[in-house]
Structures are given as structure tokens and as C-alpha cells.
């Protein structure tokens, strides 16, 4: 069912009225701060799936962007919910995001107005339907991720993805599904849009945060799950030729959940299809969004 109703602001408006002016800061300027969020249909009902843990983190980026943020932490996860109630959805996308508004052209915004709206919408797979399965291709692009000097790594700006344009407009360019960037000093870093894991000998390593990486909710997720099927996990730096001899690899994020990686650079990973571990992972990921496993984490929200 497509979406008829966003938060704008405190209210609630039609689709088509959620509007900006052309002189918005966030247009010129990329000061804006978003979260994606996934909704999952559940035996109860529709169900948002680690709410709390997103609004955070979207409260840490406006503070770490100096972008203020004129609603509580509890108004924004009762928005999230009311506009999910009211679009009918019983499993969707959901996008919270905070912007400097219309104002006066400039670098520095904080004299700007800030604007916030919540909008949700039905969305499938991010690298496509096939991908949970079968795996998708990445190649390590030429594009690095930012220093940890120069953008803010830990928050998740409009601002910083024109990086993660750049590396996944490259990747489709070279007829791969995603890239992967290496950080300022030729390391692992992360995905376009996602974290990444790669198992190796049995042990399971991630970049940690000192390689620029987004610390994402589903990585959190993932790492309480393979401490409760009893892998080692390691973070360290992931040197790139890693990747070439990995056994598994896997991308996580909200979009794409827990994705394998079945080639790099068009080198084959292991057997070239998803692995034990990766499996083992998804399996539980999807048995708690979905309601089938017990929620002892508090993972989801209900909406109804």
C-alpha cells in the first residue's frame, strides 16, 4: 500500500505537500541527518525493529553536526510509529530525517531553521531479491572513505554520502552490485551503504571504528548474534588482500539486512555461494524480525 501521510514538524500532511524550499540549507550544504529503519510484519502485527538504537544515533549526528533537533527522543519514536499506523503498512522502510531548512545562503547554518520529517514507504531487497541467497558482487573501489580528519564517520550526514555515491555509481559502472572502500590508510573500511564481516579460519573479523566506519544498528545485531552461536569475533584491520582468501564474507545494514558476498574484484569467495556462518546468521537475523524467535533482546517495537 503506498504511503498517503508523512510527519512534518510535529504534523501530520499529505505526500504531496511535504515540501522544501529551494533556498533549504541542507540542498547547497548537505546539513542533514537521517536514519533508515525497517518495519517487519510479525504474527502481531507490523513491528519496528531496534527503534530506540536509531533515534540515538540520529540524535548523535545532529549533536555531532551541531544541527538542533527541536523534538525528544521519545516524540520522534512515537511519530515514527503514528505514521507507519496511519499509512497502513504492514511491513516498510522508514526514513526520519533532520535538516537546516530555507534561510540565508552560507556555509555556516545554524541561523537556519530546522525542518524534520518522518516518511515511510514499502521497500524489498536493496541489492536485490536474489541477493539474501545467492550473493551479490563487489569490487574495492577506487574511492576512499573519509579520514577520520575530515567528516565525522560515526554520523550519518546527507553530507557524507556523497562518498558512498561516488564508490556505488563506480561499482555499477564495472557491472558489480556494490563497492567496497578501503579507508585512509588502504584498509578495509566498509560498503556504499553497509558494514562488512569476513570469516576467515573460523573466526570472524570487522573493521573496527577506527577504520571510518558507520557504527551500524545491524551490525550491533549481528555481533549479539554471533556471540549467541558462539563465534570468535575479532576487530581488527582487515588488510585488502583479506578479502581474496576469506572463506565468507557478508554485508550488513537496515537496507541490506544481512547480504552475502560471492565475489570481489571477480575473485571467487570460498565455494562461491553463501556459507555456513553467513546462513547461521541470517537465519536468526530474520527469526527475530519476523517474530518467529523470542524477542529476549527487545528488538521490536510493535505499532499495533
Not at 189 to 204: D, K, T
Not at 222 to 243: C, K, N, Q
Not at 269 to 285: C, E, P, Y
Request: charged share 20%.
Amino acid at each position: 500500500m503506498p504511503a498517503t501521510t508523512m510527519w512534518k514538524n510535529g504534523e501530520f500532511i499529505n505526500w504531496e505537500d511535504a515540501t522544501v524550499h529551494v533556498t533549504t540549507h541542507a540542498l547547497h550544504y548537505g546539513s542533514s541527518a537521517f536514519e533508515g529503519i525497517r518495519a517487519y510484519a510479525t504474527p502481531q502485527g507490523p513491528a519496528v525493529f531496534r527503534l530506540q538504537p536509531h533515534t540515538k544515533r540520529l540524535f548523535n549526528s545532529c549533536k555531532i553536526a551541531k544541527i538542533a533537533l527541536p523534538f525528544s527522543e521519545d516524540e520522534i519514536n512515537k511519530a515514527i510509529i503514528e505514521t507507519i499506523r496511519r499509512n497502513g503498512h504492514e511491513a516498510c522502510y522508514i526514513r526520519p530525517i533532520v535538516m537546516r531548512g530555507a534561510g540565508p545562503l552560507g556555509v555556516e547554518g545554524r541561523k537556519n531553521p530546522t525542518d524534520v520529517f518522518i516518511f515511510t514507504m514499502e521497500w524489498g531487497r536493496y541489492l536485490g531479491a536474489e541477493a539474501i541467497e545467492s550473493g551479490v558482487d563487489v569490487q574495492v573501489s577506487s574511492w576512499r572513505r573519509i579520514a577520520p580528519d575530515t567528516f565525522s564517520s560515526l554520523a550519518k550526514l546527507g553530507g557524507n554520502y556523497l562518498n558512498s555515491q561516488l564508490i556505488s555509481m563506480e561499482a555499477h559502472d564495472n557491472g558489480f552490485n556494490e563497492g567496497v572502500a578501503l579507508d585512509i590508510s588502504g584498509n578495509v573500511s566498509e560498503g556504499a551503504g553497509e558494514n562488512i564481516f569476513v570469516i576467515y579460519n573460523g573466526v570472524v573479523y570487522t573493521p573496527g571504528t577506527a577504520s571510518s566506519i558507520l557504527l551500524g544498528i545491524t551490525r550491533d545485531t549481528v555481533l549479539t548474534i554471533l556471540g549467541d552461536l558462539g563465534y570468535e569475533v575479532r576487530f581488527e584491520t582487515i588488510p585488502r588482500d583479506m578479502l581474496y582468501i576469506a572463506d565468507e564474507i557478508f554485508l550488513t545494514g537496515t537496507a541490506a539486512e544481512v547480504t552475502p558476498v560471492r565475489s570481489v574484484d571477480r575473485i571467487q569467495v570460498g565455494a562461491g555461494s553463501r556459507g555456513a556462518v553467513t546462513k547461521a546468521v541470517q537465519d536468526a537475523f530474520f527469526a527475530y524480525t519476523s517474530g518467529a524467535k523470542e524477542d529476549v533482546y527487545g528488538w521490536l517495537t510493535p505499532v499495533r
